[in-house]
């Protein structure tokens, strides 16, 4: 019996050796080994679970974790580990449950709220998800994962205000943090606020410029704006880092319309739709450069393409009509 736990005991540290060291398939062999000779000590079953998940076996893992919570029904990290194995599964439901027994016996885990927090995030919970972050916050007010997902739930709610000041508590302990500058960019757009807006994406922009999505948001907000030739400046930067974007391209169109360079602005709208041909918003504004050059007869077979793509799209309906009467009116004349 002395020699077998002997045995037993350096297998188990044998296996957690080797899981240090990355090598997964060999630490499942040891602990199974070990698990031969007492299949009963949570820590074995536990951490071959840990070497499982690292091999992208969550359902085995799953398993390992229940055998250890077999042995040890309160061991709050098989629960917690549990939870993140049915995460990356996409079984975010139970994931849940998992998280909130380990809840139940040690509540005052910041990771453990955090990891609810962003499962009901994905389920859509999004009032949960917050309240969950909230629980996380309570006990690790400097948590900035946990501030930068709650500023996403509230945006996904519509709560712009309380996002923003959820962004900032993020950058007033990480100011390089450039999801935070992005999305707080993204929030102030929501509630027309294009010059603090621009500021947001610029100090993201700082830190990395190759990030085409900052400079098109940039370009939207300067157009918003007025400033068009600075907004054609910024869909340019965007589309020499995203060439096949449709939506830059028709925002580029958009502000070449707005130039009067309706013939450039056909072209922009080309470039969309070689991307995206079923994209109603570039055939519509396609529609309207035709409109303003009086090529009404194109312009009607082009609000008739974004209507084929969208049957209900009623501006494009009322756009064709509209065109529609001006070409009757030039024949009675």
Known sequence: MDGNYEIFIKLFENGVDLVDSGKYKQAIRSFDEAIKINPYVEKVWFNKAIALEALGKYKEAIYAYDMALENNPRFYSAWFNKGIAFDNLGQYEEAILAYDEALSIHPESENIWYNKGIALDVLGR??????????????????????????????????????????????????????????????????????????????????????????????????????????????????????????????????????????????????????????????????????????????????????????????????RQHALAILHQEKKS
């Not at 997902?149 to 900032?168: K, P, S």
């Not at 509630?191 to 098109?216: S, T, V």
């Not at 974007?245 to 969309?272: P, Q």
């Open 126 to 319: 999004y009032k949960e998800a917050i309240e969950a972050y909230q629980a996380a916050l309570k006990i690790n007010n400097d948590y900035i994962d946990a501030s930068y997902n709650m500023g996403l739930a509230l945006a996904d709610m519509g709560r712009y205000e309380e996002a923003i000041e959820a962004y900032d508590k993020v950058l007033e302990i990480k100011d390089d943090y450039m999801d935070a500058w992005y999305n707080k960019g993204t929030a102030l757009d929501r509630l027309g606020r294009y010059e603090e807006a621009i500021e947001a994406y610029d100090q993201q922009l700082k830190m990395k410029p190759d990030f085409e999505k900052a400079w098109n948001n940039k370009g939207v907000d300067l157009a918003e704006l007025g400033k068009y030739k600075e907004a054609n400046e910024a869909y340019d930067f965007a589309l020499r880092l995203k060439p096949n974007s449709e939506e830059t391209w028709n925002n580029k169109g958009i502000i070449l319309a707005k130039l009067g360079m309706y013939e450039l602005a056909i072209e922009s709208y080309n470039k969309a739709l070689k991307y995206k041909s079923d994209y109603e918003l570039a055939w519509n504004n396609k529609g309207n450069a035709y409109a303003r050059l009086e090529r009404y007869k194109e312009a009607i077979k082009t609000y008739d393409k974004a209507l084929k793509c969208k049957p209900d799209y009623a501006t494009a309906r009322i756009n």
